[in-house]
């Protein structure tokens, strides 16, 4: 397989037993976190490994969280969500260590750090593993955030959940490009996504 090949088959999942990347490959995996684009150098990633006897720990603060920010929560909900947090064999919190006061636009260092997703997602891939990036609406909690290690102004951008895919992967269904692509010749362009014609 090419690494066109290896990029363009892989796919989201969480259908995810163990085993979780090593500790050595997970440094290789953050080593690649590392080469995303990253305007002023500012390196605003962070990454929280929770794994083993940490999962429940992890799950009971989501829970917690959601409790926190809809306190008519479903039980389901909840079950659900402590379930898939306290099962999946690794997590990787995704942190945001923002400099608000820096001449770099906030937006921009956010998009570095999910560059640095991306890349964490690609590089798992081409090592065996699967992968999904999960988010909801506790990355939006602050108390969840520095119980996590991310106290104000700094975030959380979502969670990785991470193992070996339980079968196959199937192959991606993506759009074609061109749907998504124009040339500019000097006016507005147009784009067969939005309906209009190129």
């Given at each position: 397989?090419?690494?066109?090949?290896?990029?363009?088959?892989?796919?989201?999942?969480?259908?995810?037993?163990?085993?979780?990347?090593?500790?050595?490959?997970?440094?290789?995996?953050?080593?690649?976190?590392?080469?995303?684009?990253?305007?002023?150098?500012?390196?605003?990633?962070?990454?929280?490994?929770?794994?083993?006897?940490?999962?429940?720990?992890?799950?009971?603060?989501?829970?917690?969280?959601?409790?926190?920010?809809?306190?008519?929560?479903?039980?389901?909900?909840?079950?659900?969500?402590?379930?898939?947090?306290?099962?999946?064999?690794?997590?990787?919190?995704?942190?945001?260590?923002?400099?608000?006061?820096?001449?770099?636009?906030l937006w921009e260092q956010e998009m570095t750090v999910a560059a640095g997703a991306m890349n964490i997602l690609n590089a798992l891939h081409t090592l065996g593993f699967g992968a999904i990036w999960v988010s909801g609406d506790v990355v939006n909690d602050p108390v969840l955030a520095e119980e996590l290690g991310f106290p104000a102004p700094h975030k959380l951008a979502g969670f990785l959940f991470i193992g070996t895919p339980d079968a196959p992967l199937p192959a991606p269904k993506r759009p074609d490009p061109v749907q998504f692509t124009a040339t500019w010749q000097g006016e507005p362009v147009s784009f067969a996504a939005d309906g209009k014609t190129p």
């Open positions: 397989m090419t690494p066109m090949d290896m990029l363009l088959s892989r796919a989201s999942t969480d259908h995810l037993k163990a085993p979780a990347p090593s500790e050595a490959q997970m440094a290789e995996v953050l080593a690649a976190a590392m080469r995303a684009p990253d305007h002023g150098k500012l390196r605003p990633w962070r990454y929280v490994i929770v794994k083993d006897d940490a999962r429940p720990l992890l799950a009971k603060r989501i829970v917690a969280s959601m409790v926190r920010l809809d306190p008519e929560a479903p039980e389901f909900k909840k079950e659900k969500r402590f379930n898939r947090f306290s099962t999946i064999p690794m997590t990787l919190v995704l942190g945001m260590h923002l400099r608000p006061e820096h001449k770099i636009p």
